[in-house]
């Protein structure tokens, strides 16, 4: 029988009922393959962090670990296949904030709950996003790229890597606090985003700093304004400092369980990724993509959760944007 395969859960659950009863085959710990869901396609952020860990993972729990890729609607579709995953630990779901955080907010029904659907594991890594021109804008500020703005009427536009996201709201904030007529153009992901950036069909872009690194340091984009200070851009101001606080939204990757796997399940698998992200190697890894290595607790990713949720939808309600 394939047990991981694209027809989902449904012969599992039916040969552990047949076999052992349902109700203690699901609550029963699973000593067999893992699956790490991932709601993205390989190659991003979350693809990336979870083929890390899936990687280091066996040698320490004993268990080989696999990289399922149900990419789609913000990562509703991954979601809502871990929600409904047996609950004994086999299927664990590779998340970036924006699923957890903000797809909840944007979609009436968007299929899963956060807090009801998945029990937090750990964090495993952060980043950025960064506020960048290109250099016919000559801006070297916020202030100068409103300046900028202010007299090419034609050219009022800043990218976002997708829509309904922390940056496209960032982008309507930013408007208001500085009264600027700006838009934002939302992409179907961040590398279009990057080349129209780059060919300068728009004048500047909201995007994570992994995506536009090699070119910020290649002088052909310069970033004036990052949510949160970084060692990777040394001289580029964080938000908050620029009195901006509130565009201050960092994403961030994590690992989530079913609702109904373990609290000693949890532990083991968060206690797995904090040696998994104490390793040199690992780390350095995480650093080559222009992320932070995120070790923490289930607790330490419930209250990152929380704090995400706050800025997001304090974000959402200034900029008074409406679930779809």
């Known amino acids: 029988m394939k047990f991981f395969g694209k027809s989902g859960w449904i012969g599992v659950v039916l040969m552990t009922c047949l076999s052992t009863g349902c109700g203690l085959a699901i609550a029963q710990d699973h000593k067999g393959p893992i699956t790490l ?33 149900r ?47 998945f029990k937090p594991v750990g964090t495993f890594a952060s980043f950025e ?8 804008t000559q801006a070297h500020s916020v202030q100068e790229l409103v300046a900028y703005f202010a007299r090419t009427p034609a050219d009022r536009s800043i990218a976002v890597p997708a829509p309904g996201s922390a940056p496209e709201f960032m982008v309507g904030r930013l408007a208001q606090l500085t009264k600027s007529d700006v838009q934002s153009v939302a992409y179907r992901g961040a590398a279009p ?53 509130e565009l201050a939204a960092s994403d961030f990757l994590a690992v989530y369980a079913p609702v109904g796997v373990s609290d000693d399940n949890v532990a083991r698998v ?3 990724i904090q040696k998994v992200l104490a390793m040199p190697d690992v780390s ?34 200034a900029v008074d944007y409406q679930p779809q």
């Open 284 to 317: 350095e890894r995480i650093h080559s993509y222009a992320m932070q290595p995120l070790p923490g607790s289930p607790d330490d990713l419930r209250n990152r959760y929380l704090a995400a949720s706050k800025t997001v939808g304090a974000l959402m309600k």
């Open 193 to 245: 985003a990057v080349q129209d950036l780059l060919g300068g069909q728009v004048a500047a872009a909201v995007l994570p700093v992994a995506d536009i690194l090699p070119y910020l340091k290649a002088g052909r984009l310069q970033a004036i304004a990052v949510t949160q200070a970084t060692a990777l851009l040394p001289h580029v101001p964080a938000f908050a400092d620029l009195g901006l606080g």
């Open 270 to 272: 968060n206690a797995a």
């Open 37 to 69: 869901v991932v709601g993205y396609p390989p190659g991003g952020s979350a693809d990336i962090g979870a083929r890390i860990l899936a990687e280091k993972l066996p040698a320490i729990l004993g268990q080989s670990v696999v990289v399922d890729n």
């Open 71 to 117: 990419s789609g609607a913000g990562g509703q579709i991954a979601a809502r296949l871990v929600k409904s995953a047996p609950s004994n630990g086999s299927v664990l779901f590779f998340t970036n904030g924006h699923t957890v955080v903000t797809v909840p907010r944007i979609f009436k029904v968007p299929g899963f709950d956060t807090m009801t659907d």
């Open 129 to 136: 996003f960064a506020l960048a021109v290109h250099p016919k």
